[in-house]
């Protein structure tokens, strides 16, 4: 195979922002079908990134003898119904998180694509991103000594829309958690290395008046020890925020900036301190000089095509398999809980 052949399910919104044109770019893949409901926009979606078909029916599409692969970035509501078809026609399928509206729903979605023996990911493309994987490489080197505490910011501005499925928890499966909090919590599990073990969360609708919430904030603690903070908003304008994951051990800590998000962009600081000179009383910060790494060119989405390409060409493993995106949306649903309850949590995926 020398290239892959995809087809695209729900290719308006984030599949035409972001992940058909990093398609594109990708050495190993190769456009060929596109899928939206409304049959206008479906041969517009054809013209404009050069595919050979158009169609309005996801099963139309996944019964495609020239389609090898199945993105799927429908609302989550279908995910779990599209993804199966997919599966039963022998396709591979990357889906965009959550990968179906509860965990159950994702184990039944698992354990079929076991059973086919096709390939199935999800799509958590911000582990692609160069300062996350660096990131990760200085923890796991142990330059950062024991990992004390890490604290993750994914917000935007997400006003009433009038006919917005995420806004409504029929469709979505929730909100500011269940769309962005999920990205924080897999890089947490991703830089570090280790599960989330505990979760306490607040969460509601305190700016806007749609039903799934607008607000919400995390503490976590990982198998390593590590407490960790994930906030996550729909409240927040998109100039105010800042997008940070900071990460904090015994020796030293590293400050990400404008990494979390949908761009190959923003910043990273490395800060290496020697814990050995014993208590500081004047708790001296001045003296330590932090330093900037630099940032590799990349696309987010094209990277995480071309990984998942290569795992259907080469027989490698996927890089985000689809059971990584069922345990971080257990610790959502754990957080749902928790903030019901007014209690800590453990994730059912580790129970």
């Known amino acids: ?12 919104g984030i599949a035409d922002r972001r992940t058909l044109p990093g398609m594109l770019l990708a050495a190993n893949a190769r456009l060929t079908a596109v899928m939206v409901v409304d049959a206008g926009r479906a041969d517009r979606l054809r013209i404009k990134y050069g595919a050979a078909k158009a169609y309005t029916d996801s099963a139309a599409l996944v019964a495609d003898p020239e389609v090898d692969a199945v993105y799927i970035a429908s609302p989550v509501v279908y995910h779990y119904e599209q993804t199966m078809q997919a599966i039963a026609a022998g396709k591979h399928v990357l889906v965009e998180k959550p990968i179906a509206l509860t965990v159950e729903e994702g184990r039944a979605v698992s354990e079929a694509a076991k059973t086919k023996g096709v390939l199935a990911g999800a799509g958590f493309m911000m582990r692609f991103h160069s300062f996350h994987r660096r990131m990760k490489d200085l923890v796991a080197q142990g330059r950062l000594g024991t990992v004390v505490s890490v604290r993750t910011q ?27 909090a999920v990205h924080c919590v897999d890089l947490i599990q991703y830089v570090l290395g280790s599960k989330v073990v505990s979760v306490a969360a ?33 409240t927040i304008p ?7 994951f900071e990460v904090y051990g015994t020796g030293g800590s590293m400050l990400a900036e404008g990494t979390i998000g949908q761009d190959h962009a923003g910043r990273l600081e490395l800060l290496l301190s020697d814990s050995g000179k014993g208590y500081d009383p004047v708790q001296a910060r001045a003296n330590v000089a ?12 094209t990277r995480e095509i071309e990984s998942f390409s290569a795992s259907i060409r080469e027989g490698k493993p996927v890089e985000v398999p689809l059971d990584d995106a069922l345990q971080v949306q257990s610790v959502v649903e754990a957080a749902y809980e928790s903030a019901r309850t007014q209690k800590f949590i453990r994730p059912a995926q580790l129970s």
């Open 238 to 244: 998109d100039s105010a925020a800042r997008g940070r």
């Open 290 to 301: 932090s330093r900037e790494l630099e940032l590799e060119a990349g696309n987010l989405y």
């Open 202 to 234: 607040l969460a509601g609708t305190r700016v806007f008046s749609y039903e799934v919430e607008d607000s919400g904030t995390l503490l976590m603690r990982t198998e390593s020890g590590a407490y960790c903070t994930v906030e996550a908003y729909f």
């Open 154 to 180: 994914l917000s935007c501005w997400y006003p009433e829309i009038e006919g917005a499925w995420r806004q409504k928890k029929a469709l979505s499966g929730g909100g500011a958690l269940m769309d962005m």
């Open 1 to 12: 195979m020398d290239k892959v052949r995809w087809g695209v399910i729900g290719a308006g």
